[in-house]
């Protein structure tokens, strides 16, 4: 696309991302997670491999560390870990469809080649009571070939119109489509039922350009939050599996959470495009995780990413920062025992360095560091058992991104069956939240912890990626020690390696 053809909006965010790139220092990008070029960063969009590469976009307003008016941004990756940045793809500059902002979407490839992205354009609905404008949502289409995006002429393809009686115009959101193995086209959005309550619709086309409503896939009926957002539906494993994120929570137990949370709908969709639903799970216990997009890698694993923060934690942007926000480890995904599973793609294993191990470590009512094992860019992977099988001890600590004054920490205890993430102490100067704890399914004495730190991140991944919590850590780099702790006798084996990409030089 030459610039003459490219709209005023999009150049100008091209040539402001160029110039204020340098302007993020080296110390706020994390070292595998991508982080905004310039800005602000939400939802993960359009994930797909094409042409040789993995593409990631996000939900993006370059010119401040805040929301707005939301345009795409555009990077792409061999590896799913180190990436390269493109230019901006997307502008709000389509005055009737997509003024109010490019919301999010999904994309892939058309038979001829072509890269389609499909975004939610936000324009101006009708006037409410107080005299402002409600905004209206439809479904637009962008063609390109992995760089530069033209919006299609026969923008908007879908609006709220197609949906059933009742359901909101100003709610209907984020669609993902993906092609079905005879060559015809499948969408899933969120939208707003008549209730003011949330639902996921699917849409088919023979064309990707021209589509027809299908039916409800799912429903929320009153039972996680109020309207749902970012659904992703997938088979994996004998199962259909339907990834979304509700807003306004309430909490259960330590199975769900208030405010925006995330949730896997694991069933079977049957012949009228309806999810018979099995069971009902958060997708990840931690603080910051929302807005979750899968995508099929050429191997045939089914990658998952997310956004690595949550609305209800957004108050921490530091002032002196020029980027905010970052994608989590892409992570691969799996069915084991009716459950998703999820681990950090294996591309991170070549990222390990250093290995330490320390095997058969007694704890015992001391702190107790372990030669070698610190850092804040690391992969620590942590079995715990009692030390005598008749007693079970009574908690497990593990303390890290720690120094005299801060630390978080993971904290065990197998007769509640509860694991705790907490960054109390980390350093945070805003009061949202800084710990969950989560029922460990099929909890026992034995416990396997991955742990994934990126600098100012923390990814933990239990009993094989049956469970994980991942939440932004505020603390200076400068507190890197790990230490471990436990009240009544168990042993510790610990591997650990420090991350760094496997290029000559390697480092982040
Ligand atoms: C989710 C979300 C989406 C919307 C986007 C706007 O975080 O609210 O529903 O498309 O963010 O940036």
Redesign the pocket.
Known sequence: MGHDEMSRPLAEARDYERRMESFVGEGERLCFHLTPRVGWM??PNGFMFYQGMYHLFY?YNPYDTK?DT?HWGHAVSRDLLSWDYQPAALAPDQHYDDKG?C???SAAELPDGRQLLMY?GVGAGERKPDGTLADLQVQCLALGDGRDYVKYEGNPVIDASSLPEGCSSEHF??PKLWQAADGSWRMVA?SMDAQGLGQVVLYRSDDALSWEFVSVLAHNDGRFGRMW??PDLFALDGYDVLLL?PQDMLPEGHRFYSG?GTLCLMGHVDEQGVLAEESARVIDHGMDF??TQTTLAPDGRRVMVA?MQN?DCTTGVDPDHYAFGAMTVPRELSVRDGRLCQWPVRELDAWRRNPVRCEGVLLDGEPTALPGVSGRVVDLLVHVRPQDAERPYEEVIIWFAQNERFHCSLRYRPHHGTLKISRDHAGTRRAFVHHRKCDVQDATPELDLRIVLDKYSAEVFVNGGQQALTMIIPTDLTADGITFFARGGAVVDVEKYDLAEPTPGGAC
């Open positions: 939400n939802d939900q929301w939301m902002g919301f999010s979407g939610t959101r984020d969120a957002e970012c994120s925006n929302y807005a956004w609305w």
